[in-house]
């Protein structure tokens, strides 16, 4: 399979625990990117890695949050401390960077907070 | 105003008919234009991408721009039961950021 996979694919959570996600891009794919979709919305993006450096992050990315990408291959998103606000769908997608606009994306993980 | 508008629908139209899906977008500027189609449940899938104005198919497809008006439209024809999912348009921003609207949602009926 060449496609972006996601694991796990849904997570539920009590409040205050901490939860990784884990996204395996498409491996030509040197750009991956993180987005955060809840219901009735558009994904929204949250951080982007070219290879292994993380070259941007947005204001919705809170302290909480973090991202890795260690070997410029598979990529980390880590949420401490979840709140219940943090209940959404973790979508990961990848690109070349001369291609921005093309991009692949997974399956999702769905995050329940309780 | 939000970069990229979209009519969230439902949008129910009979098996067979053509259907338009519609987006208005803000900045003038912006070149590249996108339409995503996403199942329940899973996560989008690119159907085509245009630049500049123009037309652009792809079998039952067809994406159009017209930036004289910012407005970006999706057309199905032969709509098939299958086709029924939400439909996000999006393009590239002046930050090279991926801006999704939030979605038609088309119900295609047998």
């Known amino acids: 399979d060449t496609g972006v996979s996601q694991n796990p694919r849904h997570k539920i959570t009590k409040r205050g625990q901490n939860v990784t996600f884990r996204c395996d891009p498409i491996?030509?794919?040197?750009?991956l990117y993180w987005y955060r979709q809840t219901l009735g919305q558009g994904p929204e993006f949250l951080t982007y890695?070219?290879?292994?450096?993380?070259?941007?992050k947005s204001r919705l990315l809170s302290d909480r949050f973090s991202a890795e990408r260690p070997k410029g291959s598979f990529s980390t998103l880590e949420i401490q401390r979840t709140e219940q606000g943090d209940s959404a769908m973790y979508l990961c997608?990848?690109?070349?960077?001369?291609?921005?606009?093309?991009?692949?994306f997974g399956p999702g993980t769905r995050l329940t907070v309780t | 105003q939000k970069e990229v508008e979209q009519d969230p629908g439902p949008l129910s139209v009979p098996e067979g008919a053509i259907v338009s899906l519609n987006c208005t977008y803000s900045?003038?500027?912006?070149?590249?234009f996108m339409w995503y189609r996403q199942y329940s449940r899973k996560g989008p899938e690119l159907l085509m991408y245009t630049y500049s104005s123009g037309n652009k198919e792809d079998g039952r497809f067809t994406a159009q721009v017209d930036k004289s008006s910012k407005y970006i439209s999706l057309f199905i024809r032969d709509s098939q039961p299958s086709d029924s999912a939400t439909y996000l348009c999006?393009?590239?921003?002046?930050?090279?950021?991926?801006?999704f609207g939030k979605g038609t949602r088309l119900h295609i009926l047998p």
């Open positions: 890695f070219q290879n292994e450096a993380q070259l941007e």
């Open positions: 997608a990848s690109s070349f960077p001369g291609e921005l606009y093309e991009q692949y």
């Open positions: 999006a393009t590239l921003n002046r930050d090279d950021k991926i801006i």
């Open positions: 900045n003038s500027a912006f070149q590249y």
């Open positions: 491996s030509e794919h040197n750009r």
